[in-house]
């Protein structure tokens, strides 16, 4: 398995970002696919998930009306659309891929930085 984000970068406040995650190594469509947050000395933080056919889709509060989880099950790829930054989304941003209760794996993450 592997996921290999991107699309991060510096934006300022009020700014957009589009993060890409491209899957690849198992059956993209049996997944539920995430986004996780990490800033320094802080647990990393749930930030949205959904499954690949579309039945599950969850923001964290922080998150909702402003991000956007799709996937495009053709490329295996998993997006995140954030609109409206703050300097609170600032952190490495990580994509995941859970199958049921099995083990959950991690991208490498991409830094998203936002100035005020």
């Known amino acids: 398995v592997q996921l290999v984000e991107s699309g991060g970068g510096l934006v300022q406040s009020g700014g957009s970002l589009r993060l890409s995650c491209a899957a690849s190594g198992f059956t993209f469509s049996s997944y539920q696919m995430s986004w996780y947050r990490q800033t320094p000395g802080k647990e990393r933080e749930f930030v949205a998930a959904?499954?690949?056919?579309?039945?599950?889709?969850n923001y964290a509060n922080s998150a909702k009306g402003r991000f956007t989880i799709t996937t495009d099950n053709a490329k295996n790829t998993v997006y995140l659309e954030m609109n409206n930054l703050k300097p609170e989304d600032t952190g490495v941003y990580y994509c995941?891929?859970?199958?049921?209760?099995?083990?959950?794996?991690w991208g490498q993450g991409t830094q998203v930085t936002v100035s005020s």
């Open positions: 959904m499954t690949t056919d579309g039945g599950l889709l």
């Open positions: 995941s891929a859970r199958r049921g209760l099995g083990q959950i794996y």
